[in-house]
Nanobody, 121 residues
Framework: RVQLVESGGGSVQAGGSLTLSCTSP??????MAWFRQGPGVKERDGVA???????HTNYAPSVTGRFTIFQDKNTAYLKMDSLRPEDTGGYYC?????????????????WGQGTQVTVST
């Protein structure tokens, strides 16, 4: 089964920046996305997604203007600026051949292991 490889997580002070990377081994997907799982919760919420159609992008309202998603062939990047404590959580990249940059986790069949992002005050 395809396994996406993530990197770039870490700890940062509020206002700082981090860039996450997610690489697919040998597949080029139409849609790649980043989901966040906050502390103490089980569900994963969509943060940013990109589809090769335009490209089309989709951002959660809480990160619009601060986060930017890029896709270069088999790699997706999430550039995170002006980080806030509320951004803390496990970040999981996902990929599939979807028609739009959906935030529905069930529409993504391929996932990374997750990388932890901790933003302190």
């Amino acid at each position: 089964r395809v396994q996406l490889v993530e990197s770039g997580g870490g700890s940062v002070q509020a206002g700082g920046s981090l860039t996450l990377s997610c690489t697919s081994p040998g597949y080029t997907f139409s849609t790649m996305a980043w989901f966040r799982q906050g502390p103490g919760v089980k569900e994963r919420d969509g943060v940013a997604a990109i589809c090769t159609g335009g490209p089309h992008t989709n951002y959660a309202p809480s990160v619009t203007g601060r986060f930017t998603i890029f896709q270069d062939k088999n790699t997706a990047y999430l550039k995170m600026d002006s980080l806030r404590p509320e951004d803390t959580g496990g970040y999981y990249c996902a990929a599939d051949w979807n028609a739009s940059p959906t935030f529905r986790p069930t529409e993504y069949a391929y996932w990374g292991q997750g990388t932890q992002v901790t933003v302190s005050t």
